[in-house]
């Protein structure tokens, strides 16, 4: 599928991006309306396997591999084309990835703390749900029309995941594709 050839190509590109660019890369992030505060979590109770932050300009270099190597290949299908429409939109990303060890506990007390502290700035929870040890929220900041931010905070046994994607999408045109998509 290509969605994991573009988290691929993601991680590629931020090995290449390197020391100075990265810094240029990560620049411009926290200005960004739809932005938050990840979790963090103490020292000593996780490793980190991932730790993303894009600005405007990293994402641009994302765009542009992503669309050169994955989207010249095949034809898109619906799924496809609303993970496009959204990389086209991107202004901003970040992504933690934490190996839990025996630590889930911390991890679900931080996505809980993350959620009360969205909700108080006008975040809205989409998804939550919890299936024995796993536990998921997905979290939105603005309306039905635009989307400034979307948040992603999930936990298994094995690992914990945050993600940000930041920029104005238009939430209008995105549950059209994923309804033709259906």
Do not use: C
């Not at 505060?37 to 591999?65: C, E, I, M, Q, S």
């Not at 010249?72 to 939109?89: K, N, Y």
Request: net charge negative.
């Amino acid at each position: 599928m290509k969605a994991i050839r573009i988290v691929l190509l993601l991680l590629v590109s931020l090995i290449l991006i390197g020391g100075v660019s990265y810094i240029y890369a990560s620049s411009g992030v926290k200005s960004q309306q739809g932005y938050i505060d990840l979790p963090a979590t103490p020292t000593g109770f996780a490793d980190a396997l991932v730790a993303v932050n894009l600005g405007p300009g990293g994402v641009k270099p994302l765009r542009w591999l992503i669309e050169q190597w994955v989207l010249q290949e095949e034809a898109l299908d619906g799924s496809d084309q609303i993970l496009i429409d959204v990389l086209q939109e991107l202004r901003g990303l970040q992504l933690r990835i934490y190996k839990v060890h025996d630590n889930q506990p911390v991890f679900v007390q931080a996505i809980d703390a993350s959620v009360a502290a969205l909700q108080q700035k006008d975040w809205h929870t989409l998804i939550k749900a919890r299936d024995g040890d796993e536990h998921l929220v997905v979290m939105q900041y603005g309306d039905d029309r635009q989307i400034s931010g979307l948040s992603l905070l999930a936990t298994t046994p094995e690992n914990a995941v945050f993600l940000n994607l930041i920029g104005p999408f238009d939430a209008q045109a995105i549950a059209q594709k994923v309804k033709a998509a259906r």
